[in-house]
């Protein structure tokens, strides 16, 4: 942020962008194109740079969910805490963490993943926590601030009783914003709500990952000053009409946009940082999200939900190649040599013109890092156990798998059957 003098700011706000959840449409975003530990350290990196234009004894405080990771991403269930290595980092370069506000967000959909009936429903072990909150992290940079407040504009930013009370409570309730244009906005509500408990009028806000410029809107309507920085030109075209620049107010309020030049090595702005994150368990995704969206809004072109594919090519008995391009392979089912291309034939012959759904079971992908699955038409046909019904394939019973047991059956049946 070189267009920023040091401690210069009065308030940071800002919730970064989701890591491989949402696709911002920019080369140059952090998250979706970047492992675990390369997204992490970019934070970091602004994280950083934010400490040096905050003033003395002013806040940061950062929106992050813990964020859903799906089995089939990433080849295991589990809940990725990105917040406590904001926490970590942002203690080590010198601020105080102040401790966390928790949004139970009052919303049917869970932007950072999850559902209520997620896992083993209805019976234990591997129920599946709803994530429908986040956490909004306070942190203070010490030392006092650069200039005083006088006693006018104390009185002009005061909070209300009520205000306070409700404020300054440790959880929020209230709704996401409607996504429209952006697809990962928060509600003026929130970042209303930080401005006025740690800002006063005329002073500066700043929001580096401005989006569609939410943190602005506020800090206007509230005779604050703000700064936001966007990588996204789509999304500055969506801040001014959200701001509405062209329309004079009674404030006179000015907008001015500038286009900051940035010439690093990021590698070694790495290495210059006082913590490094490394991420000894390598977490990355192993299939584009784009191709398995089970609902999410990916990007500003995915629908709300795609739940069927079709066929672009069957390899093997073994194998499918779907209509984005992923390849699939079929649980349970090895080739049999003997069938002379049966197989084949038969998996053409009914999936052509079909719509098909996958199905996972717990282990999600073989041991060169293809995902696996039970196919079915969309007439819910399961094409798996039909190959095994009709002696196109054999049960691979190397594999532990829901239908191991019926598969065999099935075999057997078929043999029994004089085939």
Known sequence: MNLIPDKSVHLAITSPPYWQLKDYGSEEQIGYHEDYETYINNLNLVWKECYRVLDNGCRMCINIGDQFARAVYYGRYKVIPIRTEIIKFCESIGFDYMGAIIWQKQTTTNTTGGASLMGSFPTPRNGIISIDYEFILIFKKLGTPTNKINKEIKEQSKLT???WKEYFN???NFSGARQD????MFPEELPRRLIKMFAFKGETVLDPFMGSGTTSLAARNLERNSIGYEINPEFIEIAKQKLNIHQ?????TTYEFLKDSIDMDIQKEFENLPYRFVDFQNLDKKVDPKKLQFGSKIDKNSGQREEYFSVKEIISPELIKLNNNLIVRLIGVKENKKSNGSAKQFLY?????QKVYLKFDNQKYDDQNILMCYL???NKTFLNA???KEGLAEPDLSLNFKYKEKFSKLKTEWQKNGF
């Not at 004079?248 to 006179?252: F, N, Q, T």
């Not at 012959?349 to 013109?353: A, Y």
């Open 170 to 172: 440790g959880h929020w």
């Open 248 to 252: 004079k107010d009674l404030s006179g």
């Open 386 to 388: 039909h190959l095994i």
């Open 161 to 163: 009783t009520e205000e």
């Open 349 to 353: 012959d009914k999936t052509k013109g």
């Open 181 to 184: 244009g952006h697809i990962a």
């Open 376 to 378: 079915y038409l969309k």
